[in-house]
DNA sequence: CAGTGGTCTAGACCACAGC
DNA sequence: CTGTGGTCTAGACCACTGG
């Protein structure tokens, strides 16, 4: 009698795995687990939270328990290299590569002194003003990613970047006609699990966990002109890059 | 009175933040909550629950539940770029940069029919004969990753590739002996919740993203030579990337 | 409206850590 | 041994979903 929770977690990973229920499909309810197992509602429910916090399942109230899908974006970090000759046999994982797209909301923008990581990564001093351009990525009207771009104030003051609307080829077009395109990128990831702010910022399912990547941009002379943080629904999201070689 | 497991997470969340409880410290336990919150032990247990979704907080068992702690690795996708001109204003993460070692372990050689994710991403044939290295990376014991190499067949029979240890410079050197040298990667990364299984495998505390990474080697004449698949613990690693520009 | 998940209580027994 | 977290029961009430 032992384990009881783990034990129907595991039957119901196995009817997953199996494909007897495929994802969107509805898992028995606790009421159905209760009777099933002769189980107190409370270890039904913990069976099924041991699903969800493997990310095979989420809950919908008042509906039920569901078999999650997974259809992920790609977001491929270098365009230009990943058109080369790169079709031999690649694509491990299936993703509705562009059928979807990428839809920008609630851009804001301020001028605010640097908070102390940023001056770091963009070789400030803590407290030089910077611009600061904050909004969200919807597809199908729902929140998948974040981003918030850090520039040195002074570089950028009086142009369009410092305007919701930065125009035609966005931040890095304006970059560019100020002598100041990007050249290099250096990008750090981490996945982690998000606060409660994130989940609901990102309106996130039980058990999602989140990419968070830093993007700084730097010019031919290694200046370094921006800093990007991003949020990432990581159920969203697969990252693709492409590296040459002694990358190892 | 409504929520109170979220009330109670929100006052040590707070206390967490502000400092007051530092990563290592111990957390007030169950009975502690009982008694100052004047709730049930499982509503207790909730409120430490969160924390511990959220990545805040382990618990040992017989022991206490603790603010956790993060102090990553840093994996490099791209040496030689990074040895370059980033040194402007960089690392958003700090990381005990080299002090720690990877050790390999656990290593495994076999060759076996290609799997059909296998035969895809080296244009193979399913079925078609692959050598499969599998091993683990452990820093200070502890394991952080692990990898899955496959290779076609053919091309390395007979080699160091087919025996536990490769000898000097890995697979890539032996690769180059056979004039099958790497020339370019492509990366393709999934963050999600860990399976159980995957969660003893790699000791992973609860609340730990795995970063999934598949990685396809080319030669230069854009043949796929190898497709390694590796398993991360999240919470030990920050990943860097260094990028070209037409970079988006 | 009935059925679902969401939260909570009060109690029980167990397994493990550390003194 | 005592205190900690780990699991479970039996019941209660609530909030939301969908027909």
New interface residues.
Partial sequence: MADSARRIADELRARIGSGELSPGDRLPGEPALVGEYGVAKETARRALTLLV???LAVRKRGSGTYVRSFR?LRRV????LSQA??G??????SADVDDRELRVADVEVAEVPAPE?VS?????SEGDPVVVRSRRYLVDGEAVQTATSWLPAELVRGTAITRPDTGSGGI?ARLAELGL????????????????AETELLALPE?????EI?R?A?TAD???VE?NEMLLD??S????????????
């Fill in positions: 916090t493997e990310g992920p970090a270098n365009k230009r000759g790169w031999n046999g690649r694509s491990i994982w990581r770091r990564a963009l070789a400030l890095y395109a990007p050249a290099r990128f250096a990008e750090e990831l981490r996945a982690r699990m998000p606060s409660r058990a999602t966990p989140v990419v830093h700084v730097f290694d200046l370094a800093l990581a159920g999201y697969v990252l693709e890059y492409h590296l040459d070689s002694q990358s190892e």
